[in-house]
Nanobody, 119 residues
Framework: QVQLVESGGGLVQPGGSLRLSCAAS????????MGWYRQAPGKERELVAA???????NYADFVKGRFTISRDITRNTVDLQMNSLKSEDTAVYYC?????????????WGQGTQVTVSS
């Protein structure tokens, strides 16, 4: 198992930046993939960005060119740098870790951090 704790959310004006950080309770070196999801009120949770153990990244179209995901295996953290924020980026952002054991995959989630983009 792995516990995830997010930090870095808050209120920012449109066009501003925020950096979210996800701290894992153990080494992330062998975790298959880690990512950030978000959920706005009345909407389903959606993938924002993910990074695999091989450092391959995947981004949702709506954040390409604005957000960057990165990981630090020495600190067991995964960060999401968010630039050029828009009001539609307002949501609760969740950190996710996907662990593959044999033929089974396990998902772990953080508690979420609120990001509000508003003037």
């Amino acid at each position: 198992q792995v516990q995830l704790v997010e930090s870095g959310g808050g209120l920012v004006q449109p066009g501003g930046s925020l950096r979210l950080s996800c701290a894992a309770s153990r080494s992330i070196f062998s975790i298959y993939a880690m990512g950030w999801y978000r959920q706005a009120p009345g909407k389903e949770r959606e993938l924002v960005a993910a990074i695999t153990s091989g450092a391959r990244t995947n981004y949702a179209d709506f954040v390409k060119g604005r957000f960057t995901i990165s990981r630090d295996i020495t600190r067991n953290t995964v960060d999401l740098q968010m630039n050029s924020l828009k009001s539609e980026d307002t949501a609760v952002y969740y950190c996710n870790a996907q662990q593959v054991v044999g033929a089974a995959a396990y998902d772990y989630w953080g508690q979420g951090t609120q990001v509000t983009v508003s003037s």
